[in-house]
Each structure stands twice: as C-alpha cells, then as structure tokens.
C-alpha cells in the first residue's frame, strides 16, 4: 500500500499516515526509521489482523522535494526578494 505521512513525533516512533483510500491509520516504527516528515510518500503493508503496522516502509519521495521541483520558478522568485530585502 501506499500512503502519506500526515505526521511523525521521533520520539515516540509513532505517527499517523493516510492511505490512498483516504483511511487515517495509526503506525509505529522501529528504532532504524526515525525520519519521516508530514507529507511525506510512503510505501508500507498492513498488519495481517487489520492493526495498522507498519512493516517494510519505503520512503517514496519527500514531501519538502516535491514541493521544491512542482514550484522551482516560485521558490527561486523568493530566494531573489528575499536577497533583495536583505
């Protein structure tokens, strides 16, 4: 399945991601995966007794990475202004 990380507290190795279908689930990791961010695209299967597990996770692609290729000309005209303010 593949989903988005709708947020992650490291701490905690908990998080909350949404699947393609839109369903909310609750996930933990172990302690080698540690960094996840909102928004982020993930791979990942659901526990076989319907619990939300978390098992084999493949970060697909950053949200922050995604964001910055879908919108370079914008971030590129905030990076001139801002030099500009400077």
Known sequence: ??????????????????????T???FSVNEDFQDLHGGDIVEFQQGQ??????KNV?????????LNQEHRSLVNQ???T???IS
């Open 1 to 22: 399945m593949t989903g988005r990380v709708r947020c992650f507290l490291p701490s905690e190795r908990q998080g909350i991601l949404q699947t393609e279908t839109g």
């Open 24 to 26: 909310d689930l609750l």
């Open 49 to 54: 007794d319907g619990k939300p597990v978390v």
């Open 58 to 66: 493949t970060l697909r692609h950053r949200w922050a990475e995604m």
């Open 78 to 80: 905030l990076h001139e």
């Open 82 to 84: 801002v030099k500009i």
